[in-house]
């Protein structure tokens, strides 16, 4: 791991107040294995997908759009603010079959361009 993420781990791990590095570590696994799962459940889910991106990155908005137009769940609506004058971000509530909804925003997610991204799955209960 590379000296820069260390030190943020360290920073995690002191504001979290974790006993130690592995036990953060353990947490942090346990949360993505769980953010996983979920994509295997039936049945529809709503997802709000958040993207921060540059717009100025080359084809970068054209290439999003046509993914949205291209999916075949529903996109019930979408938020976009311009940050500054390089980068906006977007709020997409999204409708589908888990699976879905999830393959949707990991391919969003890991578009060249995009700077931040982060699927929040929503129930009537609240997130999963
Ligand atoms: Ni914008």
Not at 38 to 59: A, Y
């Amino acid at each position: 791991m590379e000296d820069a993420l260390l030190g943020k781990l360290d920073d995690m791990v002191r504001e979290k107040g974790y006993p130690n590095r592995s036990e953060a570590i353990r947490d942090l696994v346990r949360r993505n294995i769980v953010d996983d799962e979920w994509s295997d459940t039936t049945g529809e889910i709503i997802g709000v997908l958040v993207i921060v991106f540059d717009h100025h990155r080359r084809e970068l908005s054209s290439r999003l759009l046509k993914k949205e137009h291209h999916w075949e769940g529903n996109i019930l609506s979408t938020l976009h603010l311009h940050l500054d004058h390089d980068n906006c971000l977007e709020v997409k509530v999204i409708r589908g079959k888990a699976g879905m909804v999830k393959d949707f925003a990991d391919e969003m997610i890991s578009m060249k361009g995009i700077k931040y991204g982060r699927l929040v799955r929503a129930t009537a209960g609240g997130a999963l």
